[in-house]
């Protein structure tokens, strides 16, 4: 997503190396590739042009200090408008109300709103709140079911409905049944409509009136470009919008989306989807998003994610396993591959690292099917042959094979990729660590 934008705001960094200051005359060639790059990213005319005004404003007669060269000047001013295009700070969700708080979903067909009710909840749950789970979509073959399903996997209450009821009156018994059951929070869940309709806004604006909802949170497809911004209007002009909801932000589309959304709602940006998993919601925050946009990577949101994702327990007992000199086994080399993938994988990774480090680590392509089948491979031994592969001769490796769906070649290459992790983790233990870092390109499985 928008690396075609990163790519082009670094080529204008690079024009404008050897210059002593920001200037009218250095600038104007990089505020025209500037608007380019906005322009093909799909972001909204609109706001292509206030960006680009106060980027120059701020810009001109920008002094170079120290180290600093014209370009990275140039950064610096972009980075700040950029946070402050999205929201200038991460905005979250608001509470100050009488149980339960009323969350309304409301956005076209196809947005996510289903699943990103389930995804909100999930994260609700996990700061243990009592959350409940209700669908308004008595449209949508499905919908209720669907909502239901992803209630029990997040394993938060879900209120059925049937398609018969009127979405106000679904609505109005969720408030009556939450506050019975001394629920914290309430997220209704309202349908959605292929395009922007008189119906559906009237409807959508009778729950609003009905429930009366601390927050109204508008989902967004961030592929949608702008189409988005033309539904975002249309929304504003119905709802007292509350929030935004950016889904499919991992997607390959241009992402304009992105830039777009808070100056045409007044909304902040409050989540992002950056996976299609249950646990793929985010809480957004502009810096980080304008330091990803300009190559310098989101190293904050890595590291909350090794935090909240990575077992403790086991990284240190795999520590100590390694210092004592008892070895690294195949079932050791699962773990980390199943910590990585709680992670959002190899790609997932890369993408939040700075531009440099990211282009240093892809002369690779990510093949995340590559390391499902190594999962499988690993998963068709038995304990004796993940502690000693030394053992797998050519009938166990048939064996194998046939079990995971995979070649016997494929075997052999997943046996080197090991062998070579076993050397890397005894380096480690030895300190050798430079030596290490040197032999890690090409050793992860998916990686090549």
């Known amino acids: 997503m928008l690396e075609n934008l990163t790519e082009r705001l670094s080529r204008v960094v690079k024009n404008l ?28 005319l609109p706001v292509v042009k206030d960006f680009v005004a106060a980027l120059r404003d701020k810009a001109i007669g920008q002094d170079v200090v120290g180290s600093l060269t014209p370009g990275q000047a140039l950064i610096a001013v972009v980075q700040r408008e950029l946070t402050a295009l999205m929201g200038g700070t991460a905005q979250p969700l608001d509470f100050a109300t009488t149980p339960p708080a009323v969350f309304l979903l409301a956005g076209l067909q196809g947005a996510g709103k289903t699943t990103t009710a389930a995804k909100l909840a ?3 749950a996990s700061e243990k709140r ?13 919908a209720i079911e669907q909502l239901r399903t992803l209630a029990q ?8 409905s049937t398609a018969d009821e009127k979405p106000v009156d679904i609505a109005t018994k969720a408030v009556d049944h939450a506050r019975r059951h001394y629920h914290d929070v309430l997220i209704v869940d309202t349908a959605g409509r292929l395009a922007i309709d008189d119906e559906m806004m009237r409807e959508i604006a009778a729950i609003h009136a009905a429930v009366r909802p601390i927050e109204t949170l508008f989902v967004v497809d961030a592929m949608q470009g702008q189409d988005a911004v033309n539904t975002a209007r ?7 919008l509350t929030g935004v909801i950016l889904t499919k932000l991992d997607g390959d589309a241009r992402g304009g989306a992105a830039l777009s959304v808070r100056h045409v709602t007044g909304a902040p940006i409050k989540f992002a989807g950056v996976s299609e998993k249950i646990d793929g919601l985010e809480v957004f925050h502009p810096e980080r998003m304008a330091s990803r946009i300009l190559g310098m990577g989101d190293v904050l949101t890595l590291i909350e994610e090794a935090h909240r994702n990575v077992d403790l ?40 690292l ?18 499902a089948r190594v999962e499988g491979i690993i998963d068709s031994m038995t304990p004796a042959e993940r502690a000693k592969p030394e053992i797998l001769k050519a009938s166990r490796k048939r064996r194998i094979a ?32 430079q030596k290490m870092m040197r032999g890690m390109r090409g050793l992860l499985p998916g990686m090549r």
């Open 354 to 371: 700075p531009a440099e480090l990211a282009r240093a680590a892809q002369g690779a392509s990510v093949d995340e099917r590559r390391i």
């Open 234 to 240: 249309a929304f504003r002009a119905t709802l007292p």
């Open 122 to 124: 999930r994260l609700l």
């Open 130 to 142: 009592k959350v409940l789970l209700v669908s308004a979509d008595v449209y949508r073959p499905a």
């Open 153 to 160: 996997q997040v394993g938060v209450d879900f209120l059925p």
């Open 17 to 44: 190396r050897g210059e002593a200051r920001l200037t009218d005359e250095n600038i104007q060639d990089a505020m025209r590739e500037v608007r380019l790059a906005l322009l093909e990213a799909d972001v909204a």
């Open 402 to 433: 046939a079990g995971a769906g995979v070649s016997v070649q494929e075997v052999n290459q997943l046996l080197t990729q090991f062998e070579q992790t076993q050397k890397m983790m005894k380096m480690v233990a030895k300190g050798g660590v």
């Open 313 to 352: 327990d086991k990284a240190q007992k795999l520590a100590k396993k390694v210092k004592s000199g008892k070895g690294f086994d195949l079932t050791d080399f699962k773990d980390q591959i199943a910590q990585m993938r709680k992670m959002g994988g190899i790609a997932g990774m890369l993408d939040k």
